[in-house]
């Protein structure tokens, strides 16, 4: 199976940061979010990735790319560690890249991996959206994939005051935390939606969904959304979500930017008592 990560999008929820460099490149203390995505993928087995960029993404590329001149430096300077570090970035799978001409959205953005992933069920990760847990999410979404061989979507339970951000979907329980998507509402007002089950970013998309993408109307912003293809697609296929094991961080929110880093700090041994520390010190100021 392949993946398919879009890291098209403006960030505009993270300006001024964002003006110059990909929001997929805010690191989590000295790792890329993008990083923790592709490292996912690998970690469920996928090893062909497809990134959707845009304009001002070339930051990625680099990123992924060998470094000669920084692998030379730390070569001559005996810095074994960190040069390790910089080649396994760059080993770590076959990456392609294509960009997305103009911002139509996020279904607009999986329709360019039409010729990528050919007439395959694929994997796909959004590049802001990491996921902390023992098995990585995306595994856990081929696991139901493989039971049901159909779309499978990660939901998460919203808060009632967060869940007009989300794409949220009506279900019935099939088994554990595995429910039967009934119908799918993009943004709903809190009072209009229909489950607390909002829609992360990942997905394991059969391929036709490029088809229901081709008949979805513009919606939201002038936006292809996914959410209105897999509506159409949903009439069509059975169609599941599953409440995952672990803990989502949109790191394109600021405020989730900020636990997710904490998160990630108490997760490093070289930080972990020194964070606490710090914490504890500051709570008893």
Do not use: W
Request: glycine share 6%; net charge negative.
């Amino acid at each position: 199976m392949k993946a398919v990560i879009p890291a098209a999008g403006l960030g505009t929820r993270f300006l001024p940061a964002t003006k110059a460099q990909p929001k997929e490149m805010l690191p989590l203390i000295d790792k890329p979010a993008i990083q923790f995505v592709i490292e996912e993928a690998v970690e469920s087995g996928i090893d062909d990735i497809l990134i959707i960029t845009g304009r001002g993404k070339r930051a990625i590329e680099d990123h992924f790319d060998k470094s000669f001149e920084l692998e030379e430096v730390l070569k001559e300077k005996n810095k074994r560690d960190l040069l390790k570090q910089i080649e396994e970035v760059s080993d770590l799978a076959d990456i392609h890249y294509i960009r997305q001409r103009e911002a139509k959205g996020l279904g607009n953005a999986i329709y360019y991996a039409k010729k990528h992933v050919g007439n395959e069920p694929f994997a796909v990760l959004l590049g802001d959206d990491v996921v902390f847990c023992e098995k990585p999410c995306t595994r856990q979404l081929l696991d139901i994939h493989e039971k049901y061989k159909s779309t499978v979507i990660a939901v998460d339970q919203i808060g009632k005051d967060m869940i007009h951000n989300y794409g949220v979907i009506d279900c019935e329980p099939v088994g554990n935390s595995i429910y039967r998507i009934k119908d799918l509402v993009e943004k709903p007002k809190a009072e209009d939606a229909p489950s607390n089950l909002g829609i992360i970013g990942r997905y394991i998309l059969t391929p036709e969904i490029f088809d229901a993408i081709k008949r979805t109307a513009t919606g939201r912003g002038g936006e292809v959304q996914l959410t209105d293809a897999l509506r159409i697609l949903n009439r069509e296929q059975d169609m599941y979500a599953y409440d995952f094991e672990g803990v989502r961080y949109d790191l394109g929110n600021k405020l989730d930017y900020i636990r997710a880093t904490i998160s990630y700090s108490l997760q490093r041994e070289e930080f972990r008592d020194s964070v606490l520390k710090y914490m504890k010190e500051v709570l008893n100021e």
